[in-house]
Nanobody, 120 residues
Framework: VQLQASGGGLVRSGGALTLSCVAS????????MGWYRQAPGKQRELVAR???????NCADSVKGRFTVSRDNAKNTVWLQMNSLKPEDTAVYYC???????????????WGQGTLVTVSS
């Protein structure tokens, strides 16, 4: 299983970027897909997540600015980031999980990370 993220880069404050992530090499259906980020000196945190049926949740700090979406047939998840702020600067990691047994236990996978830098 491989998660390939792309779309990071350098953008000015107030700008926009779209991250994408494609999951490949699996024979199962993905349950949750989404994005985490880790800024220098900080812990990795959830940015936004979307379940297979479309239910989403996201961090309070990005509500109204970021939108997560997915295409189940293409095993792809996107993160549309608008009104970017310098504090959004971080390495963004793609994440996906699937159910492994009847108890609902999940197994998660991580992408390699893509750097987003927002200049002031």
């Amino acid at each position: 299983v491989q998660l390939q993220a792309s779309g990071g880069g350098l953008v000015r404050s107030g700008g926009a970027l779209t991250l994408s992530c494609v999951a490949s090499g699996s024979t199962f259906s993905w349950n949750g897909m989404g994005w985490y980020r880790q800024a220098p000196g900080k812990q990795r945190e959830l940015v936004a997540r979307i379940l297979r049926g479309g239910t989403t949740n996201c961090a309070d700090s990005v509500k109204g600015r970021f939108t997560v979406s997915r295409d189940n047939a293409k095993n792809t998840v996107w993160l549309q980031m608008n009104s970017l702020k310098p504090e959004d600067t971080a390495v963004y990691y793609c994440y996906a999980d699937h159910v492994v047994d009847t108890t609902g236990a999940l197994k998660g996978y991580w992408g390699q990370g893509t750097l987003v830098t927002v200049s002031s």
